[in-house]
């Protein structure tokens, strides 16, 4: 399979160095376009073997899957030159553009795929979201293959993208957030900034190792950990009298 990346920036490069690094696609068979060149060159020296150009459509024309990763506001024009059509697969990036959206843009019976992933690609550690129309079930199989190499992807309609998207990128945002608050916490008590920061950062890839990988639930693992009368309780309810559940519904509700 044939892979352009139109636009090569945060998610663009991202994306490029998780197929370069997969197994799916050899990094031959895939080409990045951007209008500047400094992004592309730092990719063609990371990835010897990647195509690069700055013209969008040469990247398009011979490629059977197209991932369009530039700013939701040139989706558009980025998209309508390229003539797209079917067998291509159209995967767009944009937060926000719909469907019917790029169904105005390209060929309205292209299969095309929404995908969002968060900025954790870059670790190959993303949750990526994933919406579909006109796809067959192995189509869809092969587009959540590739962004599985990139960490987890999950396909749901296009009506929840927007929920998703609030637990999965803006959360994640929230997630450090909270590590900084930790932190402020650990450092007045007298802890040196890079070992609070070790010390949440490793308690959150545990919490969620095990949430991932066995079939368990939160209130079970706080449960494991809430000794009656001790320490954790007291922090617990501390967190309640704060609003703390309520805060993260609304961050959550406001983000979509
Ligand atoms: N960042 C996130 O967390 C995130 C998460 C999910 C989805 N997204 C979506 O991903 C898309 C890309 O976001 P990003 O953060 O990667 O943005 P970005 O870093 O600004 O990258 C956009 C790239 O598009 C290039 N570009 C501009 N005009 C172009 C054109 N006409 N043809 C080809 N390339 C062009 C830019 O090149 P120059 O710099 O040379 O102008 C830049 O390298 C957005 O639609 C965003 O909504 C982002």
Redesign the pocket.
Known sequence: MKVAI???????SAIAGGLAQGQFISTEQITV????NE?LERLKASYPTIHITNN?VEAAMQADLIIV????W??E??IRPLKLKKPQLLVS?????SFEQLAHYANSELTMFRV????AIEQQASMTVIAERNASTEQQQTILSIFSEMGRAMMLPENQMGAATALA?CGLAYVMKYVQAAMQAGVESGLRPHEAMTLVAQSLEGAAQILLNTSTHPSLEIDKITTPGGLTIKGLNALEHEGFTSAVIKAMKAAQ
Not at 6 to 12: D, R, S, T, V
Not at 93 to 97: D, E, H, I, Q, T
Not at 116 to 119: A, D, G, L, Q
């Open positions: 139109i636009g090569a920036g945060n998610m663009g376009s951007n209008p500047s992004k969008n990763a530039v700013k939701p040139l989706v024009s980025v990036l944009a937060a926000g553009v969002i992933p968060n900025t990128s």
